[in-house]
């Protein structure tokens, strides 16, 4: 599943995968994409240019898989530590929007990240978000900032804003805002760490 969730965003050489998957060590991710490969999930692809080499993508088979990563990924927020999201990196950025975003089926929405010098680009449509990396055309909305902090801003709300940049429509961000849902104990620990009164952090909502 942690092929899945970096290949979900787009091809990736396998020294890039490497690195995304947390510096598998070589054999093992070489079995793994072997095997994934003769089960039709991903294929090797020639990166159009002015990239090169071989990468892996995901079959449409594959990315059947998106969904129940998705759920998946929601039950686990049960588990999850505040410091895991303190720490998150950028390229896992995208995948936890898509996570504690539940869109509505009326919602259409073209949303740009840029976060530690990776830009992702969401659109939301039909009660869906699909992630990829680069830059989507005519934003709705961009955030630029660390992932925790983009991540505060939706959670929280306008008291963090000041940790991000904000471009484009505020009324898209509201949206997002009403549509992002976290454990109620991971709110409140985000709270504490970031200073933030329980009545501003739910100014927004008034």
Partial sequence: MLVVRELSLGPLRFSDLARSVGGAPTD??????????????????????????????????????ERPMLEMARWGL???????????????????????????????LALQLHSDGQA?????????????????????????????????????GNAVEEGIE??????????????TAVPERLREEALVEFGVEPVAATARRA
Avoid: C, M
């Fill in 78 to 108: 049960n588990f999850q530590q505040l410091s895991d999201v303190i720490g998150l990196p950028a390229s896992s950025l995208p995948n936890a929007l898509r996570t504690i975003i539940h869109p509505s089926p009326d919602l259409k």
């Fill in 166 to 179: 904000i471009e484009g429509d505020r009324g898209a961000l509201e949206a997002l805002r009403a549509l």
């Fill in 28 to 65: 093992v991710l070489t079995k793994r994409l072997r095997e994934l490969e003769a089960d039709g999930i991903v294929v090797r692809v020639e990166l159009e240019p002015p990239a090169s080499g071989i990468a892996y993508k995901l079959t449409d088979l594959g990315r059947g898989l």
């Fill in 120 to 156: 992702f680009r969401l659109r939301i449509e039909d009660g869906w978000i699909d992630a990829r990396r680069g830059i989507v055309e005519a934003a709705d909305l961009t955030l630029s900032g660390p992932p925790a902090a983009v991540i505060a801003a939706l959670v929280i």
